[in-house]
């Protein structure tokens, strides 16, 4: 199906909203509409959701370039549908890229019938389509996302998501090495051997430089593949900004982790241990991946469990995970465009 030629809501001037049969179609307003899209979101998901948690999302990252469509009812004001796209700097083949992740796809329960050219959640699709792909669209933006097998097959079949790839996993476990070998015990007092430390946060608050160095070098690496710029900015605001970092006293929610070769920095992962032991991200050489992970420490002392990564490794057998990568809305699709290098990081679940 084309739902251009079936279905068409002109966005073109952005202050205006979009009335059809008893629903309103409109730019979403962060100052009057959070509250009533978290009360969307635990009707549709059955999860608590704060304002203060889609005012990090949305509005906090580098650049704060992110928008979204919502869908009222007319007459009592209820919000019934929300589609928001978290917009962050990229860049692809040395220039500039926004990089939009679609999020937050949803819709009442009671609006959900149907994916004919009439039905809400298609309208709702193509009113974000031509929101993003109106006038003032520089630099260009790549809108992808990460849903389930289901919606993202409903997706293609009805033409607004390109697949991408089935997310895979790798579990590796920590401090796995090849055996004792006289290579091996050479390489261990080696003072340029590969090592890790975890980086505290005032110490990161010190070394902006460093990483946004390591991020230029990582981002000359595939430079044709479209990239997140993961330097110190994206960082701060990702994890150590993150509403849920310092809930439990006791842990924090993510690690940060220095890769070092002598006393040069060059790398960087980050972990979480709920609900699994997890490198949710990194900015590592690719020939130093598999070397990295096994330098992590065990998630816990009496534990056997290992990381899990979306990292491909030597000797690490691939796991399908549910989670299909998608291009979003393009218009058109980037068919010609290498597959970004998505980690769990990049999803808005880990």
């Known amino acids: ?30 100052l009057i509409d959070f509250p009533k899209v978290c009360q969307l979101f635990e009707n549709v998901f059955h999860q608590p959701m704060v304002p ?29 549908g929300h589609m928001g796209v978290q917009v962050l700097p990229g860049m692809r083949a040395g220039e500039a890229l926004r990089m939009g992740q679609v999020c937050d796809v949803m819709l009442h329960p009671e609006y959900r019938a149907g994916i004919g050219p009439h039905s809400t959640y298609l309208r709702m699709n193509y009113a974000l389509r031509q929101l993003a792909h109106g006038p003032c669209t520089k630099p260009p933006l790549y809108m992808y996302g990460f849903p389930g097998v289901r919606p ?10 390109r697949r991408l ?25 080696n003072p340029w051997r590969l090592h890790i430390e975890q980086i505290q946060e005032e110490d990161f608050l010190q070394m902006d430089s460093v990483f946004d160095e390591i ?24 994890y150590w900004m993150h509403p849920h970092q310092n809930l439990d006293s006791a842990q924090s929610l993510y690690a940060l982790w220095g890769l070092r070769k002598g006393r040069e920095l060059v790398g960087w992962l980050v972990t979480r241990m709920q609900s699994q032991p997890t490198v949710v991200d990194s900015c590592l050489p690719s020939d130093q991946i598999t070397e990295a992970l096994r330098l992590l420490p065990m998630p816990s002392p009496e534990s056997q469990k290992g990381w899990i990564s979306w990292l491909a490794q030597s000797k690490v057998p691939a796991v399908s995970t549910p989670i299909h990568a998608v291009e979003v809305l393009g218009q058109p699709f980037h068919v010609d465009w290498p597959c970004p290098d998505f980690q769990p990081g990049d999803t808005d679940v880990y």
């Open 52 to 80: 203060s948690y889609w005012q990090w999302k949305y509005l906090q990252g580098p650049g704060a370039n992110s928008f979204g469509i919502v869908v009222e009812h007319m007459e009592t004001g209820c919000m019934v």
């Open 165 to 189: 790839l089935v997310c895979n996993e790798y579990k590796t476990l920590s401090g796995q090495t090849d055996g004792y070998s006289i290579k091996n015990f050479l390489h261990h007092l």
């Open 1 to 30: 199906m084309n739902i251009e030629s079936k279905f068409f809501i002109d966005f073109s001037n952005f202050n205006n909203s979009v009335e059809l049969d008893g629903l309103r179609y409109r730019r979403i307003n962060s």
């Open 152 to 161: 993202a097959n409903l997706g293609e079949r009805i033409g607004v998501y």
């Open 215 to 238: 991020w230029q070098r990582y981002s000359e690496i595939n430079s044709l593949v479209p990239k997140i710029i993961k330097n110190a900015a994206y960082i701060r605001w990702r």
